[in-house]
């Protein structure tokens, strides 16, 4: 049973920790981030000041992962070029907890059942690396169809859709 609750500055400590870890570095945060910057970064998220919901993924109560979603018309240049939806970026920040399937039963949950919800949308987009295959494998199998490539920061992309 996965469960989510809002992102709060006390989780910064936790989120830092997770960001430098090898496997979130390799294709989420590939530069390194201090406690000051999670905190300038992630701040006006947890405050309300930018339309961007997070929240902590847990499993029995432990904390294992990050989502956030937002409204592609909010934030256009972050989802390469889609106005209509949301797109969603997340990672198992806890290595003791990847490869167990949590991937796939964190994400579904949370699109279907938080995000699409929240923003009374149908319609939601993931973008992963093409070299990322774990996390290709994860959206496609919660239902999200390849929609195109594009190239972000020098990194081949794939869009992924998803319409409910």
């Not at 809002?6 to 997770?18: I, N, V």
């Not at 993931?126 to 390849?146: Q, W």
Request: glycine share 8%.
């Amino acid at each position: 049973m996965i469960a989510f609750r809002p992102l709060a500055a006390a989780d910064f400590p936790m989120l830092t920790g997770w960001l430098a870890e090898p496997h979130v570095r390799r294709f989420v945060q590939k530069t390194p981030m201090t406690l000051e910057d999670v905190a300038s970064k992630y701040g006006p998220r947890v405050r309300g000041a930018q339309p961007i919901i997070c929240h902590v993924a847990q499993s029995d109560g432990a904390d294992f992962g990050y989502l956030q979603a937002y409204r592609n018309r909010d934030w256009p240049d972050a989802a390469d070029g889609q106005t209509d939806g949301i797109s969603l970026d997340l990672h198992i920040g806890e290595p003791a907890f990847l490869g167990r399937g949590l991937g796939r039963a964190m994400l579904d949950a949370y699109v279907r059942g938080l995000a699409l919800p929240h923003f009374a949308q149908t319609t939601a987009y993931i973008a992963h690396e093409l070299a990322n295959t774990a996390a290709l494998a994860c959206s496609k199998a919660v239902g999200f169809t390849p929609l195109r490539e594009f190239v972000e920061e020098g990194e081949p992309m794939r869009l992924l859709r998803l319409k409910l």
